[in-house]
């Protein structure tokens, strides 16, 4: 049955839309390795009208359509689960920048164009598109808004949400909306692109988006600091955001395991301290006649002289402020390279950050005291990724199972989220339905039954269907 889906699929768009066979199979992998799945076949269209025909193809044949950008996924979001009875439809064919205006401040783009070549382009033109990503040299712009990516920046520029002006997208019929405004203000009723936004593909194939471009940061001060326990860390973002106002456009903290792990993944990245209890890595950018660095400096200066701070060091060149970003990547490298451990993504109120770390921390080692909790991120936005890795002389998958449930339950009497910027796939549904409000769960289901009456887009994702 699949070879003959496959078969009629090739009879419906031609030989170079449709690839078959053992070429597939990194179209159903994930992105960590962990998941194999299969399709009847992966769509490549290489413009909006392709997409189109193969939608109305997929519904004619009553296939189930899993849109896929990067695949740089977390959430199995872009990963098909029912290998008889769904393709992959990948945007990588369709990379364009469109059009990309100074004076607007804008750039229109397809949904396959990656994500770090958009910020060159935008660079090129002396703009800058702040979303930064650890997958940004792989991952593409339709993957971000079907996510509502987040990453480092968020708590200066917002989230993918709050960057992009318009959207094309084609719906489970074929039909194109065509929402591809660069308005920075238009009240004429609902906003229809945001039902696509933090979708993942649920809704309809993005298939091109305008995004807000922002002036090219000239300064940008990066700095590494010390302090004495995590509950420091939230005192000194406290202070930064009232001294350093919206200039500052990163904060995240980091354990001390984050040193070890990011050497163990890269034996020659400079560490430039260790021994501590928490660490922040902080960074300020502004352009004109904005002084980054003499902020950063006066800014540290006082938490110094207050005792908040124990040790630091600012970067002095555009290579030292990468190698303290590396140690940032470099930890979660040496995670993966430790095999299959919990990740997790989660946000609760910042007021209670330090608090939730402590109380998920100590719950996850009372009970797998063999285990080893890394609790790093975003402080600026409350977003914790609260990982567990396993005690190497057990089996991992009953720990990781134990250690979710356990986290999770501390989050729920923090009010928490469980994704705050991962998405939900299919790794977290049963978690999103298990703690989703029926008047929510109503309104959901009455927008995906309008928009996609048949169940076309990507099922089982988010959701079980129905």
């Known amino acids: 049955m699949t070879e003959r889906l496959a078969t009629r699929l090739t009879i419906l768009l031609g030989d170079d839309l449709v690839l078959t066979g053992a070429g597939i199979a990194p179209y159903c992998r994930d992105w960590h390795g962990d998941v194999q799945s299969d399709a009847v076949a992966v769509l490549r269209p290489r413009s909006t009208a392709e997409v189109a025909a193969c939608m109305r193809a997929a519904a004619a044949l009553g296939l189930g359509v899993v849109p896929q950008g990067g695949n740089t996924g977390l959430v199995m979001g872009a990963i098909p689960d029912a290998p008889a009875a769904q393709v992959v439809l990948s945007l990588e064919r369709m990379t364009r ?10 750039a229109v783009v397809e949904a396959g164009a990656v994500l770090e070549e958009v910020k060159t382009a935008a660079a090129a033109a002396g703009l800058f598109f702040p979303l930064s990503l650890g997958a940004q040299g792989s991952c593409r712009i339709g993957g971000n808004v079907a ?9 200066r520029y917002g989230m ?27 009240n ?17 194939v993005v298939t091109a988006v305008s995004l807000k471009l922002l002036p090219a940061p000239e300064q940008v001060a990066t700095a590494l600091v010390a302090l004495p326990r995590l509950e420091d860390v939230m005192t000194l973002y406290r202070r930064a955001r009232r001294d350093c106002c919206d200039l500052m456009s990163a904060f995240e903290f980091m354990p001390p395991l984050a040193m070890d792990l990011a050497r163990e993944a890269m034996p020659d990245l400079p560490i430039p301290m260790t021994g501590h209890a928490a660490y922040a890595l902080i960074e300020i950018a502004g352009s004109g006649l904005v002084d980054a660095g003499g902020l950063m400096e006066r800014f540290l200066e006082g938490a110094f002289e207050d005792g908040l701070a124990l040790d630091g060091v600012i970067a002095q060149s555009g290579t030292q402020a990468a190698n303290l970003w590396a140690i940032r990547e470099g930890m979660n490298l040496g995670q993966a390279a430790r095999g299959r451990h919990l ?17 998920a921390e100590a719950a996850v080692l009372a009970a797998l005291p063999g285990s080893l909790c890394v609790s790093y991120g975003h402080v600026g936005d409350g977003n914790v990724h609260l990982n567990v890795l396993p005690d190497p002389s057990s089996p991992a998958e009953p720990q990781i199972l134990a250690a979710k449930k356990i986290v999770n339950a501390v989050l729920d009497r923090y009010a928490g989220s469980i994704s705050a910027e991962h998405g939900i796939g299919r790794l977290k549904r049963e978690e999103f339905e298990a703690r989703l409000p029926e008047v929510n769960r109503r309104l959901l289901a009455a927008v995906r039954q309008a928009i996609d009456p048949h169940g076309t887009m990507n099922p089982g994702c988010q959701l079980t269907p129905s």
């Open 97 to 106: 920048i469109r059009a990309l205006d100074r004076d607007d401040f804008s």
């Open 147 to 155: 996510t509502n990516a987040g990453g480092v920046n968020v708590l």
């Open 160 to 186: 993918m949400r709050d960057l992009v002006l318009g959207l094309e997208v084609v719906l489970p019929d074929g039909q194109v909306f065509d929402g591809l405004s660069r308005l920075r203000k238009d």
């Open 188 to 204: 004429r009723g609902i906003d229809l692109k945001q039902l696509f936004i933090g979708a993942e593909g649920t809704l309809g």
């Open 343 to 359: 990740r997790t993504d989660i946000s609760v109120p910042l007021s209670r950050l330090a608090d939730f770390v402590a109380e």
